[in-house]
């Protein structure tokens, strides 16, 4: 089944605690991209990445970083995750090469005490 | 950039009523305008898009309007039914280019 799988769904940290949520797709698609949901804003893209190697900020990348080594994964890290990044956060993958037609994961919840 | 407002935060409506969601855009280079659907407890899903060539687009019972002049489009959803009932983004973004901005969201209850 073609999807875009990230882990963990749910995830309550403290502030400071490095962590990193995981981002793997299996549709062979070039393009992914970290969103992040909040109540009344919408989604807003953190990062994005149109190929191996390449990766670039979106609105909102302050405190946080993306790799993306394969094709196929694309994590988020937190290296001292803050109060204010406590969010819904999505993956997505697209077959094009911009933000069209993306394929979202389920997403996310992470809480930062 | 680009600034998208939508509206309503919500709305409710009665099973087979129809629905109407609007979207205005500030960008007329925007030229992508897609609608997603978020069902409960999962990610977005997209349902349809359109481009600036085009002025409407049908799929079954949801259309998509597009009006250039007045920068806005709506998302219309006839014979509403239950599993109907969901959050759904707009969006808009020029050609090929990766500034999609989304709007806030409205949350669409479809009554029995």
């Known amino acids: 089944e073609a999807q875009v799988t990230q882990n963990p769904r749910y995830l309550i940290t403290v502030t400071g605690k490095k962590l990193t949520v995981t981002c793997s797709q299996n549709?062979?698609?070039?393009?992914m991209s970290w969103y992040r949901q909040d109540p009344g804003l919408g989604l807003r893209q953190i990062y994005y990445?149109?190929?191996?190697?390449?990766?670039d900020k979106g609105d909102v990348p302050e405190g946080y970083k993306v790799s993306r080594k394969e094709k196929r994964n694309f994590p988020l890290i937190l290296e001292s995750p803050s109060p204010n990044q406590t969010s819904l956060y999505f993956c997505?993958?697209?077959?094009?090469?911009?933000?069209?037609?993306?394929?979202f994961g389920s997403g996310t919840q992470l809480s930062v005490l | 950039g680009e600034n998208v407002e939508q509206h309503p935060s919500t709305l409710s409506v009665q099973e087979g009523d129809s629905a109407v969601i609007k979207c205005t855009y500030s960008?007329?280079?925007?030229?992508?305008f897609p609608w997603y659907k978020q069902e409960l407890g999962k990610g977005p899903q997209l349902i349809i898009d359109?481009?600036?060539?085009?002025g409407e687009k049908k799929d079954q019972r949801i259309a998509v309007t597009l009006n250039k002049t007045a920068k806005h489009f709506s998302l219309h959803i006839t014979e509403t039914q239950p599993e109907d009932s969901a959050v759904y983004f707009c969006?808009?973004?020029?050609?090929?280019?990766?500034?999609?901005?989304f709007g806030a969201g409205t949350r669409l209850t479809v009554k029995p």
């Open positions: 997505a993958s697209s077959p094009t090469w911009s933000a069209e037609k993306l394929f």
């Open positions: 549709m062979n698609h070039e393009y």
């Open positions: 990445s149109m190929n191996v190697e390449v990766t």
């Open positions: 960008d007329s280079a925007s030229n992508y």
């Open positions: 359109i481009r600036s060539n085009v």
């Open positions: 969006a808009a973004s020029k050609n090929n280019n990766n500034d999609m901005r």
